[in-house]
Every structure is written in C-alpha cells, then in structure tokens.
C-alpha cells in the first residue's frame, strides 16, 4: 500500500511562491495519473491539477492556469506542484491522491485513492 506525504506548505504574501511535495512511499507512481486538490474553510474539496502517468499530460483548474505547475521527478518518487503569483483565495489545504479512475474522471475528487494527509497554504493579502 502507497503512502504519499505532502510536505512545502506555508504562509506567504500575495504574489509569493511556493513549491508542494508530495512523496510516495511503498510503490513508485508510474501505475497511476496523479493529482492535486484543496479544501478551503467551508467549502468543499476542489480540482487543482493533474498529471498522466506518463508524466507527459497536464491539465489545470481554470483558477490557477497560467499559475500552478505539476511535474515528477521519478528518481525522487516525488510529485510537485510548483505555485507562483499566490492569491489569497489560494489559501486551502492542499492534498495528493492517486487517480485510480481513468484519465477522464481526472477532476472528480471520488476517483482518487491514497489521499496524503495535506499540507497547509495560507496566502496573506
């Protein structure tokens, strides 16, 4: 059974960056398309990126296009989401997970397996 850590949260101010980790312990993650979601305070669990197993494919929330970047870095085990130009409406916990789903279903949050325990993003104004 995969474990994944999430790990590179923070607080910054607007315009800040910040880079998530998350790291797979357990199997590599080449079996799997892999994603990004956050959770604000009272809102639900929302899409923010996805990456195909082959490392090759991306694809974005409307609301950080342009902004957020997933990679890997398969010697690592590691996914990253790379964030610049940080908003305060940014501000969520940030989680990684498995799409176990196919390539399709990649922004519906119920198709994911192996949530890591989150990591923390606070953008100040």
């Known amino acids: 059974q995969v474990q994944l850590v999430e790990s590179g949260g923070g607080l910054v101010q607007a315009g800040g960056s910040l880079r998530l980790s998350c790291v797979a312990s357990?199997?590599?993650?080449?079996?799997?398309?892999m994603g990004w979601f956050r959770q604000a305070p009272g809102k639900e669990r929302e899409f923010v990126a996805a990456?195909?197993?082959?490392?090759?494919?991306?694809d974005y929330a409307d609301s950080v296009k342009g902004r957020f970047t997933i990679s890997i870095d398969n010697a690592k085990n590691t996914v990253y989401l790379q964030m610049n130009s940080l908003k305060p409406e940014d501000t969520a916990i940030y989680y990684c997970?498995?799409?176990?789903?196919?390539?399709?279903?990649?922004?519906?949050?119920?198709?994911?397996?192996?949530w890591g325990q989150g990591t923390q993003v606070i953008v100040s104004s």
């Open positions: 997970a498995e799409l176990y789903g196919s390539w399709y279903e990649r922004v519906k949050g119920s198709e994911y397996r192996n």
């Open positions: 357990g199997r590599t993650f080449s079996r799997y398309h």
């Open positions: 990456l195909s197993r082959s490392g090759v494919t991306t």
